[in-house]
């Protein structure tokens, strides 16, 4: 227990300094540029960022942009899961939906979003583009977590003739699981990227990607850094809250079964 703290705290302490580093290399380039209109220095983004974040547009715009992505992202992995699910016991809907599939990942995000334009409302094209994002990285990996599955457990599930309910809580869930941790996982940062690119270009009142827009538009550089640093913050502490959640479910899977 003391090893594995020790070793946390070495790995932050790394961490914390190769921040540090990176940071002053910043303040370094923004000094000897000497232009705040290419480069706000580190300070003046944290001091903008204190200002935003004591304004109640600053919350909302936040809000809005997390809950509009989460749905998107939630949208995604429902319908790649059941999809996968369909399409794995379904031979020819793997052959029906794979051209659609396929096209979704091939094609340019852009693309989906300027066509999303003329679809749909301002505030639904970023759900729409993240719901997009997720499903075929979703679909591909529990599609591989099915085929992957063991055969000798199948046999004995079939010697043993287990349910259908048997069948997919001890065998195809487990096997599933990590190939679905992996999706959601990666799924989660592209869905957030390019659901802020989205809002960039569809620019919906009262989010982050039109503030970082406006931005632009108005050369406020501090505030385009300080937006950015915001995007990547709430990205971070997404992929952090649904791996805590993946782990805490799958944890008490495993605590249910050896109760049983």
Not at 151 to 165: C, I, N
Not at 233 to 255: D, M, P, Q, T, Y
């Amino acid at each position: 227990m003391k090893t594995s703290t020790m070793s946390k705290s070495k790995t932050f302490i790394k961490r914390f300094g190769a921040v540090l580093i990176w940071l002053l290399i910043w303040q370094i380039i923004s000094s000897a540029v000497n232009k705040d209109l290419l480069i706000a220095s580190p300070v003046q983004v944290g001091l903008r960022l204190f200002e935003l974040m004591r304004t109640g547009a600053f919350w909302l715009a936040a809000a809005r942009s997390l809950l509009k992505i989460s749905e998107g992202y939630l949208l995604g992995v429902i319908s790649g899961t059941l999809l996968a699910v369909l399409t794995a016991a379904v031979g020819f809907l793997y052959d029906f939906f794979y051209p659609m599939i396929s096209t979704i990942r091939a094609t340019p995000v852009a693309s989906f979003i300027i066509l999303a334009l003329v679809w749909l409302k301002r505030d639904n094209i970023s759900v729409f583009i993240s719901f997009l994002m997720v499903l075929p990285i979703v679909w591909a990996n529990v599609t591989q977590g099915i085929k992957e599955t063991d055969p000798k457990l199948l046999e004995m599930a079939e010697v043993y003739s287990f349910s259908k309910g048997k069948l997919l809580k001890l065998i195809y869930i487990p096997s599933v699981m990590p190939s679905f941790v992996t999706g959601v996982t990666t799924a989660l940062g592209l869905a957030w990227k390019a659901g802020i690119a989205a809002e960039v270009l569809s620019t919906p009142k009262g989010y982050i990607g039109t503030e970082l827009y406006n931005s632009k538009v108005y050369l406020e550089t501090a505030d385009l850094f300080a937006w950015t640093f915001v995007v990547i913050a709430l990205s971070f502490i997404l992929e952090k809250l649904v791996v805590k959640i993946l782990k805490n479910l799958l944890k008490g899977e495993r605590i249910h079964d050896k109760n049983k």
